[in-house]
Nanobody, 123 residues
Framework: VQLQASGGGLVQAGGSLRLSCAAS????????MGWFRQAPGKEREFVSV????????YYADSVKGRFTISRDNAKNTVYLQMNSLKPEDTAIYYC?????????????????WGQGTLVTVSS
């Protein structure tokens, strides 16, 4: 499975960005897609997750109500719509895929990772 993340950039506080994660390869081998982020000097942290089947979602408290994760099964693509961005959202955002549905907020449980896309929110 190959994951390609895109859509990052520089935005002012209060603005919006939409990240995309396109999957290719053995896409039938995973059932859960997640977004994580890593700010300079910090550990990678969970942002959001979606299941391909059924589309159930889960968010970190820090982004709940501002971020929305969605999927397009036909395009094998997952999106992260980010609204009301804050300077503390600045990080490299990574998409990831896993074959199971447990421990979805743990980076170590994911099998595949994209290369990351940088989001910078200015104050």
């Amino acid at each position: 499975v190959q994951l390609q993340a895109s859509g990052g950039g520089l935005v002012q506080a209060g603005g919006s960005l939409r990240l995309s994660c396109a999957a290719s390869g053995r896409t039938f081998s995973y059932v859960t897609m997640g977004w994580f982020r890593q700010a300079p000097g910090k550990e990678r942290e969970f942002v959001s997750v979606i299941r391909w089947s059924g589309g159930s979602t889960y968010y970190a408290d820090s982004v709940k109500g501002r971020f929305t994760i969605s999927r397009d099964n036909a395009k094998n693509t997952v999106y992260l719509q980010m609204n009301s961005l804050k300077p503390e959202d600045t990080a490299i955002y990574y998409c990831a895929a896993k074959s199971g549905g447990s421990y979805v907020d743990s980076p170590g449980s994911y099998d595949y990772w994209g290369q990351g896309t940088l989001v910078t929110v200015s104050s």
